[in-house]
């Protein structure tokens, strides 16, 4: 195969293949064994063999091959020429109307810091096996920047860790102020503000703490933990924003498609096992555990190869109720952007997995949800025993606490906050019927909506019962 021909080859190409390439030394052939990432038309990056030796390939094609090619390689070369520990590149190519190639030494067995977070996260905030990742991570970050680099695109799956050592990778994201010199604060507070946006939320009351493990490895400036955190802030909602625009576009996180007949959206990792669902989902719906039947909505608990799943038909009632709907987004496509909007702030709800509009001409219809399935009592059954006496269990109380107040912080109000809407599941409360959810711009829109969230919660139970005094003396209150 030429390398052009990558550009048409789409999401999956066919493998193994086998690729002409050409450097210094002659002709000789890539061998492409698997893909680890695929930007379909334009960058397949995966591990293969080239002269006998193991080699990650990053492939560039497509109109804009050129400059990404140059940007991967001004990169690489600005972490070797620093020092730094980055793969080694051991061959490099451009070609006209081919596109560009490079090819890096494999480090097999090779861990990603990405990998080891994710294998340490659910512990105790800040525990040994954390601090352990956090303190590679940052002394690798402060080593770069002591050099006068930065990693634009700054999270620890571009931290590698093989044999000892803690490899930077992705050189297309590296850039320099003035390599060799250390970068600048307000540099440094950018980089910074990128890394700890993508970690966690529940780490930012720990971040002075573990920013020790950067000023040991460069201690240039003084680094004010106010300005530090409005960075973290002013990336987390740049990054909520491109993560809600994925959500409705065809990319590598989800499966977006758009017609007049319909607009259908999943997560890619789920196309082939919900594709069945979605062409059955009124057969499931019936043949499923009602919830909830006719009217606006109807949902049911549905079993699918094994799995449990909810699914949510948003019913049209009549000719009235179409034209009031037909126009604007589904009330399925807000719960799902607001369901992974949740998600993405770990916030915890049901993970939505696809919605379906049915349209005609363009025009909206019936429309569905898939999500997972919470299996777990809802907050009106957990709190029942309780009520006389008040005595609900701590952990309860707490985590409803811990729950309104993120909802405080993110300025989200639900809409309809009764006690069937909130399960307990992994010791935290969840959140369901996103139907009514909203992020608001304002501390001026959003002190009405969690007023009337808070009280429609304390609904659930009579005013003058112990219970209902103990949670409104408990869930926080908006202050002036």
């Known amino acids: ?75 690489v070369r600005l972490l070797a020429a620093q020092g730094l520990a980055t793969p080694r590149l051991l061959a490099d190519g451009l070609q006209e109307g081919e596109g560009g190639w490079l090819l890096f030494e494999f480090l097999d067995h090779a861990q990603s810091l990405g990998d080891a977070w994710a294998a340490v996260e659910r512990l105790p905030m800040l ?14 970050v402060a080593q770069m920047h002591a050099r006068g680099l930065w990693q634009q695109d700054l999270h620890l799956d571009n931290l590698l860790r093989h044999d000892g050592r803690l490899y930077l990778i992705d050189g297309a994201g590296i850039k320099a102020e003035t390599p060799g010199q250390p970068l600048s604060r ?9 890394f700890f946006a993508q970690l966690p939320q529940r780490l930012q009351p720990y971040i002075e703490e573990v920013l020790v493990h950067y000023l040991l490895g460069n201690a240039e400036h003084a680094l004010p933990l106010e300005a530090l955190l409005k960075q973290v802030q002013k990336v987390r909602q740049w990054r909520l924003k491109d993560y809600l625009e994925k959500a409705g576009r065809d990319c590598t996180l989800f ?90 702030l770990e916030i915890a709800t049901p993970r939505p997995l696809a919605v379906l509009e049915r349209r005609v001409m363009g025009l909206r219809s019936t429309a569905y949800l898939v999500t997972e399935y919470v299996d777990g009592p809802d907050l009106s059954a957990c709190f029942a025993p309780h009520v006389d006496s008040g005595e609900a269990p701590e952990a309860y109380v707490q985590a409803l606490v811990s729950l309104m107040q993120r909802l405080i912080d993110e300025r989200i109000s639900h809409g309809d ?22 992020q608001h711009a304002s501390a001026l829109s959003f002190a009405p909506a969690y007023a009337r969230d808070r009280a429609r919660l304390l609904r659930n139970w009579p005013a003058d019962s112990a219970l209902y005094q103990r949670l409104d003396q408990r869930l926080p209150r908006l202050t002036a």
């Open 1 to 75: 195969m030429r390398l052009s021909e990558l550009k048409n080859a789409g999401r999956r190409p066919s493998l193994p293949l086998t690729l002409s390439l050409e450097d210094a030394a002659g002709p000789a052939e890539l061998h492409l064994i698997s893909l680890l990432r695929v930007l379909p038309g334009q960058r397949y990056v995966g591990a293969g063999v080239w002269r006998g030796t193991p080699v990650l390939a990053k492939l560039l094609v497509g109109g804009n091959a050129a400059r990404h090619f140059q940007r991967e390689l001004d990169g």
């Open 127 to 140: 525990a040994d096996e954390q601090q352990v990742v956090l303190a590679e991570a940052l002394t690798a």
């Open 186 to 194: 307000q540099r440094v507070l950018e980089n910074l503000g990128v």
């Open 255 to 344: 499966s977006v498609q758009r017609s007049l007949s319909g607009l259908c959206a999943m997560r890619r990792d789920q196309v082939e096992a919900l594709q069945p669902v979605l062409e059955r989902a009124d057969t499931l719906i019936e043949r499923g555990h009602l919830y909830k039947t006719g009217g606006a909505a109807s949902v049911a608990r549905v079993e699918v190869d094994g799995r449990t799943l909810v699914v949510k038909r948003y019913n049209i009632k009549n000719t009235v109720h179409w034209f009031k709907r037909f126009w604007r987004p589904s009330r399925a496509w807000h719960s799902w952007i607001e369901g992974n909007r949740l998600a993405f």
């Open 417 to 438: 906050f009764k006690g069937h809407n909130l399960f307990w599941q992994d010791g935290q409360w969840s959140l369901i019927d996103l139907d009514a959810m909203t």
